[in-house]
T-cell receptor
């Protein structure tokens, strides 16, 4: 069956370090992979989308990589700040589908 | 430009009562979605509407109905609420396949 895995354990890092979050998947051939940020009590906010033919995408301090051979995406936040503390969700979507499927998210805690 | 709005923000129902959750978007998006989010379960799709006039079941449709009233509005109805429907409900929209979704602020529903 199709599965999306994100680390259920919270990632704790020090301010200024690079945070790296992982999204692994099985039995998918995603055309797109998306990353969202969710703060407690609020709806997810779209951050970045990467296509299957793209290896890397950047936006300010954010970087996403997509390895379709390893079936994995890495989400990096450089020079992390306490304000980056949130839950980060990945979502996969096959081509022609209108339906992204979400992972359960990983909590990031950045300590000052 | 309000984005995606949802009403109500909070609701408490007794088992067997009915209610409708309202969602509206002002971004002229074609696709709209209803998700529920439960602790440890991530976002699960209830229903979606790829375009005005069409609706389709998602992963967990039982106990729910939807109406795509027009391009802007997509409502979710619980005909006979059950405690298992206690959850946070999010509405989302987007313009095209392969782009990020915009989420509303959520409705926190408790069924006693």
């Amino acid at each position: 069956s199709q599965k999306i895995e994100q680390n259920s354990e919270a990632l704790n890092i020090q301010e200024g370090k690079t945070a790296t979050l992982t999204c692994n998947y099985t039995n998918y051939s995603p055309a797109y992979l998306q990353w969202y940020r969710q703060d407690p009590g609020r709806g997810p906010v779209f951050l970045l989308l990467i296509r299957e033919n793209e290896k890397e995408k950047r936006k300010e301090r954010l970087k996403v990589t997509f390895d379709t051979t390893l079936k994995q995406s890495l989400f990096h936040i450089t020079a992390s700040q306490p304000a980056d503390s949130a839950t980060y969700l990945c979502a996969l979507e096959t081509g022609g589908s209108y339906i992204p499927t979400f992972g359960r998210g990983t909590s990031l805690i950045v300590h000052p | 430009n309000a984005g995606v709005t949802q009403t109500p923000k909070f609701q408490v129902l007794k088992t067997g009562q009915s209610m409708t959750l309202q969602c509206a978007q002002d971004m002229n998006h074609n696709s709209m979605y209803w998700y529920r989010q439960d602790p440890g379960m991530g976002l699960r799709l209830i229903y979606y509407s790829a375009s005005e006039g069409t609706t389709d079941k998602g992963e967990v449709p039982n106990g729910y109905n939807v109406s795509r009233l027009n391009k802007r509005e997509f409502s979710l109805r619980l005909e006979s609420a059950a405690p298992s429907q206690t959850s946070v409900y999010f509405c989302a929209s987007r313009g095209l396949a392969g782009v990020g979704q915009y989420f509303g602020p959520g409705t926190r529903l408790t069924v006693t």
